[in-house]
């Protein structure tokens, strides 16, 4: 069984994708855990990292063809945003996922996580999100923006992690049947 699990940073898709690997019993796979080592290994900060890889599609392309690999073996939960993509244009079998929050709500929960001012943050996530929009439009042809590839769109603003999942969870028993899902 593959699970993509998309969404912008602080829309709760980590938190989402920690629950579902526990109950499933899946390994969770992370973009962002992939990009954040490679720029660590480079001595580079998040920011500095994204404006190297505006100008570099090297970096995406090795970083993404790691993901597309683990897709392609299955039995995981993908992260990253463009998990979904790279499972629609690879025809994969995959139930894919979109978590959405509002601006501000992602805002303060990176904030939260890395004790910043939730402002800047706001203003970051922004830089962060034309960055990547930008890149994998120039890369990929794929509009962040566009979420008609997804199976299922779930918004955190007004649901608990536990929510998510429970209704994750309820849609996977109805794709795959009672078998997919531990009980």
Same mark, same amino acid.
């Given at each position: 069984?593959?699970?993509t699990i ?6 709760g898709?980590?938190?989402?994708? *920690?629950l +579902?690997?526990?109950?499933l ?10 990009f ?5 290994? *480079? ?19 090795? $970083? ?5 690999q683990?897709? *392609?073996?299955?039995d ?6 463009l998990a ?5 244009t690879?025809?994969?079998?995959a ?6 929050a ?5 805002a ?15 203003? +970051?996530?922004?830089?962060r999100?034309?960055?990547?929009a930008k890149?994998y439009r120039?890369?990929y042809g794929?509009d $962040? ?13 007004s ?18 049947g ?6």
């Amino acid at each position: 069984m593959l699970i993509t699990i998309s969404g912008l940073p602080g829309s709760g898709k980590t938190t989402l994708a *920690r629950l +579902l690997g526990k109950r499933l019993g899946l390994p969770h796979v992370y973009a962002g855990d992939l990009f954040r080592q490679e720029a660590s290994a *480079r001595g580079l900060s998040l920011e500095a990292f994204n404006a190297l890889a505006e100008r570099d599609h090297r970096i995406d392309r090795a $970083l993404d063809a790691e993901m597309v690999q683990y897709a *392609r073996r299955g039995d995981c939960i993908l992260e990253g945003r463009l998990a979904g993509f790279f499972a629609h244009t690879e025809g994969l079998d995959a139930l894919k996922i979109w978590v959405t929050a509002s601006d501000e709500t992602r805002a303060r929960r990176v904030a939260g996580r890395e004790q910043r001012d939730w402002q800047t943050v706001l203003q +970051l996530n922004g830089d962060r999100h034309r960055s990547d929009a930008k890149r994998y439009r120039e890369i990929y042809g794929f509009d $962040l923006d566009d979420i008609s590839l997804y199976d299922l769109i779930l918004h955190s603003d007004s649901h608990t992690p536990e929510e998510l999942a429970a209704t994750v969870l309820a849609h996977l028993t109805e794709r795959y049947g009672r078998t997919a899902v531990p009980q």
